[in-house]
Structure formats: structure tokens, C-alpha cells
């Protein structure tokens, strides 16, 4: 099973912020936050990832809290181009069993 | 150009059949992954792929077999299709193996065994 649980679905309004809650309560010093997102019938593309400080680049922000139980993926003034699901994991350095999903489906409405 | 590409997109057919899946990247990465995502959406790794040590998760039953013929190729071959193969496969590739390592997918390849 994932080690990370997300809300099924969420709506965000476009141009408004979208903010991904996960939570990863049973992750390691090691392991590594990703997030991923796919859009219907394509592969997953990577989006953003972080160990434990807050992380930004072109596509959004990752906000990890101090205990590293909880993550939040911030896609600061989302598209309709954005609708898609949204896969938190943990990785650590083998890959012997990553597990994405089901993840968080995002409707972003006009 | 696409990083990671994979044929067939689409592929149906007979219970007992032996088919394969082929997957090239050009992204000159020395790691390719197989993942398989079922009817609710888990996507779960296959198969790990790197400078010719294979890692398997033991969960797969050995009717399906990776095969790399050079760095930039990951084809999976699977024997004697079951239903419960039906599924998108998807291909992946890294630079290295590990966890700090992001991966690139490819389009996927929608297998459905009647």
C-alpha cells in the first residue's frame, strides 16, 4: 500500500491558488517527498520534491512541516491545464516498491 | 523530440498470448523503470533497470521479463497474457538509481487481454 494518503478530489477556481494537502506520517530521515501529477491518458510528470525544507520552482511550491509528517503541494495561480491527478510519495533510495496513488484529483474550474 | 517513448500505445489481445512492449529514452539515463497502473489507479513498480543489475519486485509473476538490449532500451515481455494483465504500463527512466532520482515517464501503453 501507498505510504502517503491524499483527499480523493478537490475543485480549485482558476487563478486562485491550489493547495494539495498530503500526509506521510510514517516517513524516514532518508526518504524524500515527490510529487507527480498525470493528465488524463498521459504518464506521470514529475512536479517538485523535498527532504525538509520548503522548495520552489517554475511549476509550484512544496511547503513540508517541521516534522516532515505532512506535505503541501502549492500550484500558486492555477490553469484549467492544471486539472489533473496528483501523486504525493515518499522515496527513499531503493525503488524496490513506490507506490503512487490513487492521489488527488484536481478540477480546476473556470 | 520525446524523452521517453513507448510502443504500442494500444495493444488487445488473446488470453495465452505472448507480447512485448517496447520503451526507448533519449534521455541518455542510465536508470529504466516498468510500472503498471491498474483499473483504480495505483501506479506500482515492475521492474528496476540499471547498468544491467535488474531489480524485481517480487510481487510480479515471472510470465513477465524486462529485457535490455542497450542502455537506452527497456522492453518488457510478457508470456502467456491473463485478464488480470489488462492495465497501462507505463515506462520510466533516471539519470541514476536512487531515491533522490526524478524519474520521466513515457505515454503509457494501454494493454487489454480478452
Known amino acids: 500500500d501507498a505510504k502517503t494518503t491524499q483527499p480523493p478530489s478537490m475543485d480549485c477556481a482558476e487563478g486562485r491558488a491550489a493547495n494539495l494537502p498530503c500526509n506521510h506520517s510514517t516517513i524516514s530521515g532518508n526518504e524524500y517527498v515527490y510529487w507527480y501529477r498525470q493528465i488524463h491518458s498521459q504518464g506521470p510528470q514529475y512536479i517538485i520534491h523535498g527532504l525538509k525544507n520548503n522548495e520552489t520552482n517554475e511549476m509550484a511550491s512544496l511547503i513540508i512541516t517541521e516534522d516532515r509528517k505532512s506535505s503541501t503541494l502549492i500550484l500558486p495561480h492555477a490553469t484549467l491545464r492544471d486539472t489533473a491527478v496528483y501523486y504525493c510519495i515518499v522515496e527513499t533510495t531503493s525503488y524496490d516498491k513506490v507506490i503512487f496513488g490513487p492521489g488527488t484529483s484536481l478540477s480546476v474550474i473556470p | 523530440d520525446t524523452a521517453v517513448s513507448q510502443t504500442p500505445k494500444y495493444l488487445v489481445t488473446q488470453m495465452g498470448n505472448d507480447k512485448s512492449i517496447k520503451c526507448e529514452q533519449n534521455l541518455g539515463h542510465d536508470t529504466m523503470y516498468w510500472y503498471k497502473q491498474d483499473s483504480k489507479k495505483f501506479l506500482k513498480i515492475m521492474f528496476s533497470?540499471?547498468?544491467?543489475?535488474?531489480?524485481i519486485n517480487e510481487t510480479v509473476p515471472n510470465r513477465f521479463s524486462p529485457k535490455s538490449p542497450d542502455k537506452a532500451h527497456l522492453n518488457l515481455h510478457i508470456n502467456s497474457l491473463e485478464l488480470g494483465d489488462s492495465a497501462v504500463y507505463f515506462c520510466a527512466s533516471s539519470q541514476e538509481y536512487g531515491g533522490q532520482e526524478t524519474q520521466y515517464f513515457g505515454p503509457g501503453t494501454r494493454l487489454l487481454v480478452l
Open positions: 533497470y540499471n547498468n544491467k543489475e535488474l531489480i
